[in-house]
């Protein structure tokens, strides 16, 4: 065995940058723990390097370019031909995960993307290697900073949405075009990612539904407080019974006590849970441009160590239909006596029941805001359809999904 080890790395932006900088200094302390001393054998950025030649002179190639072009096809290759590949690319592995891993069985090539999901939070490496041999029940989290840092701001400050991203953007926690990560594909590509390793199953990220951020009013922000809810954007992969999993992200209130409501700004936490362990919660930075490079540095050093993470498919699953889930329902509506009793008529011909009911405000100001218990969403969706079309209603109903347990 060469007592050095040639990595190329593919990529010298935030991450990229921050990568190269961490091998050259952490070099010694790789060599000691994995005995074999890593050299950097090139890069390549858009404008500098060669991607023939650092891959003709590289044993791990590091892919931090983003994005799926170029990416896929110097990844696919390096696999193929034989060269270990560590990847921070969600959208890489959420698109094309299954042709990944074809192509590293068919080179006999390690593929690690510990910083793909959660930056410096070890969870793929527990939910795929810990926890590799039981059966997990349930993966869900805070997967994404920005809209975490938005919602955080919004409930201590009463930001509205629009204030929160500008902070955000000033901040460094939203990028100038934060698409992704308001509306909730960043964390569904994570989400698809996390549940294609904790239940073998084939998500392909055209079956994760997501719902974002960017409707979210400040007045439920405050009337959640009240109760003690705060919100989240979650991503949840879970078993849902039946051969069934359920794989999607949305807002959800919590209630006090849940693991996730203390986690604030821009930081990430992810909960596993399964019978045999019952609950973890890891939280940390799921960013930055250091952090994200200690993840990836984390990987070069198990590639070295030798073993080949698994990565089997139970093609048995299938995704869910329909699941149940409580929610929130904010409506403005006209002061007058029978308003109630039609709402809650709309709501039991639907068997949606109701946990609790806050009426607030006077003439042009009545609101009501209730909580439900779970509820098949489709059956909820349907009675929210209804509740729409009641003519003593000021604006479009407002709903949100809770997480019902109280913990603690
Ligand atoms: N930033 C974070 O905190 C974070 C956290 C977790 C995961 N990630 C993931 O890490 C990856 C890199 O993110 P980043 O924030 O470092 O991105 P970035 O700052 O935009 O850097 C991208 C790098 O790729 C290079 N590049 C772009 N197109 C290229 C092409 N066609 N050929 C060769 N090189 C090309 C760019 O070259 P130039 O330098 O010439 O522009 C730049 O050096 C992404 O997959 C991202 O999702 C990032």
Known sequence: MSEVVKVGI???GTVGGAFRKLLTERAEMVEEVSGRRPEISGVLSSKEGDFEEILADSEIVVELIGGTDPALDYVTRALREGRHVVTANK???????PELVAAARQGGAQLRFEAAVAGAIPVIRVVQESLGAIPIEKVFGIVN???NYILTQMARSGLSYEEALTQAQELGYAEADPTDDVGGADAAAKMAILARLAF?????LDEVPYEGIERIKPDDIAYAKELGLSLKLLGVAERVGGGEISVRVFPCFLYPGHPLSPIEGPFNAVMVESPAITEITMSG???GGPETAAAVLGDVVSVIGGGSPLFEENAGLRIADDVEMAFYLHLEVDDRPGVLAQIAEVLGDHEVSVRSVVQRGMGDEAQLIMVMHP???KRFAA?????AKLEFLRSPPRSIRVIEEEFG
Do not use: S
């Not at 959208?91 to 995960?97: D, I, N, R, S, T």
């Not at 073998?200 to 392909?204: D, H, Q, S, T």
């Not at 009675?383 to 509740?387: G, N, P, S, V």
């Open 375 to 377: 509820v098949a969403e």
């Open 285 to 287: 930075p799921g960013a």
């Open 91 to 97: 959208q890489l592995l959420a698109q094309h995960g």
């Open 10 to 12: 593919l990529g010298r």
């Open 383 to 387: 009675a929210l359809e209804k509740i």
């Open 200 to 204: 073998g199953a084939p998500v392909r």
């Open 145 to 147: 900073g920005t809209t």
